[in-house]
């Protein structure tokens, strides 16, 4: 039915469909509270969704596949909560939430990206080492519910790797959004 996809800021509009999301993507999940201070209180927060181009008719599926919420505090990149729709998983969207987090890193002067990550979640590990992370350090029973270590990940120098530079499909900071095929 749906065969493409676009990134772009979310909205206040949006935070039952992200609530949703988040809860069905951890085991922790941030609460409306807390995504909606993300969304309109932090100034070091942005927040992205991806969402399908055209919305079925029905309206029988959400619209929004995937968030990412990062922040960007002077030249750290830190990149919080990314989560994708799991029957939307390995289409790329999650590559191009974090994709688009570094570009707009780069774009506000950001040299380093870092992050955290349940020791357990490969595919978001592998995710981050594909885009150029490497883990530098790992803390102790950082996570609860389960409790578990967190492996910290850092992108410094911040660069996009090469195979990701044209992949750009965000209508954020002004520019105009193209579609990106699911
Ligand atoms: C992690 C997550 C966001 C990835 O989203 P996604 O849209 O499936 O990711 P992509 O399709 O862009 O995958 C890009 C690459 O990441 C790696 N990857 C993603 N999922 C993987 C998996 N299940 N197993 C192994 N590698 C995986 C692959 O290298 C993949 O490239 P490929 O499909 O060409 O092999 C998604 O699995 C998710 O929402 N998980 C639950 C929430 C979560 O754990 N978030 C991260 C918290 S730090």
């Known amino acids: 039915m749906f065969s493409e996809f ?13 609530l949703a999301l988040e809860e069905a993507c951890f085991s922790s999940p941030w609460t409306r509270k807390m995504l909606e201070g993300e969304l309109t209180s932090n100034h070091f927060a942005h927040f992205l969704v991806a969402r399908h181009q055209q919305e079925s008719a029905t309206k ?3 619209t929004i596949i995937g968030y990412h ?5 002077f030249e750290e990149l830190r990149l919080m909560n990314l989560a994708v729709r799991e029957s939307m998983r390995r289409r790329g969207v999650g590559g191009a939430l974090a994709t688009e987090a570094l ?15 349940r020791v357990s979640n490969d595919p978001a590990r592998s995710l981050y080492t594909r885009l150029g992370f490497a883990q530098i350090s ?4 950082y996570y ?9 990940m850092e992108l410094n120098p911040l ?3 090469r195979g ?6 965000v209508a954020s900071g002004g520019e105009s959004a193209s579609p990106h095929r699911l």
């Open 159 to 161: 660069v996009i790797s």
């Open 164 to 169: 990701r530079q044209q992949d750009r499909n």
């Open 69 to 73: 919420c990062f922040w960007i505090v």
């Open 138 to 141: 790992r803390r102790s029973r």
């Open 6 to 18: 676009e990134i772009v800021p979310a909205t206040r509009d949006m935070l039952p469909d992200i």
């Open 60 to 62: 029988a599926e959400p």
């Open 144 to 152: 609860t519910n389960p409790i578990e270590d967190a492996v910290l």
């Open 103 to 117: 570009r707009l890193g780069l774009a506000r002067a950001a040299t380093r990206a870092v992050l955290e990550v």
